[in-house]
């Protein structure tokens, strides 16, 4: 249901194949997992989670006309019930710290990173990671020039700290990755 790091939300919903997935999500065990598995775990159950969450009031023009989106509905990952922003700060950022992870959390909007069309994996979290942030950085939505300005995601100045903490180390950041 993933092209060219769009959804096909119109076909999903028809279909109902994100459900098995989301009861997966929900009744999961992470108990004795390693590092990498819960990682990729919480990863996907973000992704999965804001797809589902747009298919409850699909069709629509944005993920920001649903009231409390990200920081009020509750979900249930792993038999913990969360929102989305718990999800990302509590379970990924502040227990991970890694940066890449802004670029692989995909958040609804024409302007998030683009989403992939597989899961990521613990066997290949470290290769998919570098990927996608170099994939997101070289992206329009993300960096955009007209030769004399460039601007730069709004990530960039919400979490600056994951990035270095000042202007100079973001443009570190970003330019280790673009192409």
Known sequence: YVSEGRVNYKSLQTTGDIVPLIIKVEKANLEGTDEETRKAFYINAYNLYVIDLVLRDYPLQSVQDI?????KNKIIVAGNKVTLNQ????????????PRLHFVLVCGAIGCPPIIN?????????????QQTRTALNEFTFIRSNGVKTEISRIFKWYIEYFGGTKSRVIDYINNYRS
């Open 118 to 130: 597989f899961a990521y994996r613990p066997q290949k979290l470290k290769e998919q990671l570098e």
């Open 87 to 98: 999800l990302e700060k509590d379970y990924l950022l502040k227990p991970f710290n890694d």
């Open 67 to 71: 009231p409390g989106f990200f920081d």
